[in-house]
């Protein structure tokens, strides 16, 4: 059965950058997208950005347009997110988790978000990122 395991939160002043990494192990990573999602102390836990199974067509919410990127590497079961110019509204847990598809949503629209969690079906147990001076 597949399990993720994500990597890299900490502290980081107002400006900084992180980049944390899913690490997948005993199931079939490579053949589905993979999303990045977090949540804040009391708000609902919310899409940051999906990739498809082959690494293409990145998907980010609008949030962190311009400031994430995630990539994958398939040869190492691993998904990163490298985030840069962070401010302290990015705080939260940030989890991992794949889809039973090989693609994000939105294939073809020419506005795309990361989608719902409910359409992600393994999750790891999230990492925590503060953003603080």
């Known amino acids: 059965q597949l399990q993720l395991v994500e990597a890299g939160g900490g502290l980081v002043q107002p400006g900084g950058s992180l980049r944390l990494s899913c690490l997948a192990s005993g199931g079939s990573y490579g053949n589905y997208a993979v999303g990045w999602f977090r949540q804040a102390p009391g708000k609902e836990r919310e899409g940051v950005s999906c990739?498809?199974?082959?690494?293409?067509?990145?998907v980010y919410a609008d949030s962190v347009k311009g400031r994430f990127t995630i990539s994958r590497d398939n040869a190492k079961n691993t998904v990163f997110l490298q985030m840069n110019s962070l401010k302290a509204d990015d705080t939260a847990i940030y989890y991992c988790?794949?889809?039973?598809?090989?693609?994000?949503?939105?294939?073809?629209?020419?506005?795309?978000?990361?989608?719902?969690?409910?359409?992600?079906?393994?999750w790891g147990q999230g990492t925590q990122v503060t953003v603080s001076s």
């Open positions: 988790a794949q889809r039973d598809t090989i693609n994000c949503p939105g294939v073809g629209s020419m506005y795309r978000e990361p989608g719902r969690a409910e359409d992600y079906v393994t």
């Open positions: 990739i498809n199974h082959s690494g293409r067509l990145p």
